[in-house]
């Protein structure tokens, strides 16, 4: 499959959908958004995969938005429509990558700044190399926190810490990315590709199903009550306990073999 801005891969039950713009820090174009929509398409329609690796080529993950498409013309002329821009292609983007039915982890290979950073942090379980950083650039252009930023700071890292990075705009090293809990772990740049590979390769055996009810619960539970999220759990259990991996679950687990699971 051949794209001009990005890498996919399909291998050993997941994919692995690669940024591949490095001169440009794989900063986000037009083109980008579209073979990026693509690649998504093709990962949801092929049930074989049941995980999925997000990560950059080079030295950066992603700089957010490639901010040579929005070069500023004299005064007079119209400006760039960034609302039409956010409801066309960051913000499909980032339900697209919630909404996926299987569990998606961001490899953060180097420096993933605006809706870069926030791309990354969307992800369901967040691993970035020691040497990555993560910079909510976007105050020092006057713009806020997007792609799901003012949401998933305060969920992940808490007020104090989410106002400091989004009006501060300064880089947030890998260590304290884990510290503050914004992310799950660092591990060292040249372990980070073969350590998401085999965590994907995991994931791709696991009870797909579940995974993503895990998903969509935890996303729920940031605006439920705890009563809401109790129903939500009866009925997602409900559903859940009518699917083979759970049944295959309990035979192997009273069989005393390893499970088989189907994904469903
Ligand atoms: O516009 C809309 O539709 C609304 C949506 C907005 C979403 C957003 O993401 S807004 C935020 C946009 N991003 C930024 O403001 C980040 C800009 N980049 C940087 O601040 C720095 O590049 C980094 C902190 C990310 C990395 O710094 P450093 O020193 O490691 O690398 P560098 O030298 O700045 O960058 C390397 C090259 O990539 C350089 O090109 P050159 O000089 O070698 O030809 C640089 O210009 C280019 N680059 C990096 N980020 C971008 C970019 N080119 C275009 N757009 C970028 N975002």
Known sequence: ??????????????????????????????????????????????????????????RGFCAGQDLND?????DDAPPPDLGHTLETLYNPLVRRIRALEM????????????????????????????????????????????????????????RAKAMAMAMLGEPVSAEEAERIGLIWKVVEDDALMPEARKLAARLATQPTAGLTAIKQLITAA????????????????????????????VRAFLGKREPVFKGE
């Not at 929005?70 to 004299?74: E, L, P, T």
């Open 103 to 158: 569990p998606v982890i961001s490899a953060v290979n180097g420096v993933a700044a605006g809706a870069g950073a926030n791309l990354a942090l969307g992800g369901d379980l967040v691993m970035a190399a020691r040497s990555a950083k993560f910079i909510q650039a976007f105050c020092r252009i006057g713009l806020v926190p997007d792609g799901g930023g003012t949401w998933l700071l305060p969920n992940l890292a808490g």
């Open 222 to 249: 940031a605006s439920h009550s705890l009563d809401e999220q109790l129903d939500l759990e009866r009925d997602t259990q409900q559903r859940l306990g009518r699917s083979h991996d759970y049944r295959e679950g």
């Open 1 to 58: 499959m051949s794209f001009e801005t990005i890498q996919y891969e399909e291998n050993d039950g997941y994919a692995v959908l690669t940024l591949n713009r490095p001169e440009r820090l794989n900063a986000f174009t037009g083109v980008m958004h579209a073979e990026i929509r693509e690649a998504l398409d093709k990962v949801a329609a092929n049930k074989a995969n049941r995980a999925m690796i997000l990560t950059g080529a080079g």
């Open 70 to 74: 929005r070069v500023m013309g004299d």
